[in-house]
């Protein structure tokens, strides 16, 4: 299903009037205000349930207002700009005025992008300015790749929901700190680092598996009710089937080799062979598992190249501690 252009219309006005629209973008659902609106901005983080330390990526509708946006470019960020948007790349530059504290979490930087879906595109234009929107699910939990998966999260909360169909990319985009002319990954996501490396001609600096970097990110972000256990590949099958047999209502993600393997467990997701087509899928993988009322997911992590970096991030983050209890 596609938005209409007199839903991209009032979808512009809820904005203009300081509302909540929940938009498509190629990667996740976002759940967007008008950036320079403080009281909008505000109940983005009430309506999310997320601490208001934490900052939000500014949404723009082209690499040509950069500048209105951020302070310097250095010319390391202006080519993942020009080379990478519209798409699923997020550049950290220096705030500039026009961005309210609120948007940053009091940072004296800015996360920018130009989302690649025609909806949002077309929202941006219509509304002309920036849009703040993190990913429009409640704190903590799984980011929303369909309309349904908003209205199921977010209800009332969200004034107007665009809906632009299934996600394309299904995991959010690459953070990239740009404000050195030496860029580094912050949150892997729908630009690779070999697509980065390749532009910037010299290899590009991950963060280690386990730290938390960006700030205010909790281990436990991207995460199912289910709680879920990462073993080897060659183990998911025998560890779902024991922890079937100790009680559990066990989801198991099983890899493409083997695909064909019986498994006595509750639910069973036979794993796409393309890391495209399992981060389009992944987020929906784990609602479903939850729908089924799943209270453990066994999976593997994938090969750590290409989008599976992405993946294995979003994995260990889906497995590590929680919150509360
Ligand atoms: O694909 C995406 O990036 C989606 C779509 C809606 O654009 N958005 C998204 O937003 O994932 P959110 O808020 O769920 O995640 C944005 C991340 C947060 O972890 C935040 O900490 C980080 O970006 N971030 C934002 N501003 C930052 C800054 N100035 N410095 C460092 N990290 C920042
Ligand atoms: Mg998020």
């Not at 209800?155 to 985009?173: I, K, N, Q």
Request: aromatic share 4%; hydrophobic share 45%.
């Amino acid at each position: 299903m596609t938005a209409t252009t007199g839903g991209i219309e009032k979808a512009a006005s809820v904005l203009r009037a300081g509302g909540l629209v929940a938009l498509p973008t190629e990667t996740v659902y976002g759940l967007g205000a008008n950036a320079e609106d403080p009281a909008a901005v505000a109940r983005i983080f009430q309506v999310k349930g997320r601490p208001p330390s934490h900052p939000l990526i500014v949404h723009i509708a082209g690499a040509e207002q950069l500048d209105d946006w951020v302070e310097k470019v250095p010319a390391a960020a202006r080519l993942l700009a020009e080379r990478f948007w519209p798409g699923p790349l997020t550049l950290i530059l220096r705030r500039g005025r026009r961005v309210p504290l609120e948007a940053t979490g009091g940072l004296e930087t800015v996360a920018v992008r130009v989302p690649d879906h025609p909806v949002a595109l077309a929202l941006l234009a219509a509304f002309g300015g920036g849009v703040t929107a993190p990913s429009a699910n409640r704190f903590g939990s799984v980011s929303p790749t369909t309309a349904d998966h908003v209205r199921a999260e977010l209800g009332d909360g969200v004034d107007f929901v665009l809906d632009g169909g299934a996600c394309r990319v299904g995991v959010e985009s690459t953070i990239v700190d740009a404000t050195s002319e030496i860029p580094a990954i912050l949150r892997p996501g729908g630009v690779t680092r070999e697509d980065l490396e390749a532009v910037l001609g010299r290899p590009i600096v991950v963060p280690s598996a386990s730290p938390v970097r960006v700030p205010g990110e909790h281990p436990s972000h991207y995460a199912p009710r289910a709680r879920v256990v990462l073993v080897e590949p060659d183990k998911v099958v025998a560890e779902a089937e024991l922890a079937q047999e100790l009680g559990h209502q066990v989801g198991v993600f099983l890899p493409p080799s083997l695909a064909d393997a019986p498994v006595k467990a509750h639910a069973v997701v036979a794993l796409p062979a393309s890391m495209a087509a399992y981060a389009h899928g992944l987020y929906g993988f784990l609602r479903e598992l939850d729908e089924r009322e799943c209270d453990l997911v066994v999976a593997s992590l994938p090969v750590e190249e290409g989008l599976g970096l992405a993946i294995a991030n979003r994995l260990r983050r889906a497995a590590g501690p929680r919150l509360s209890a």
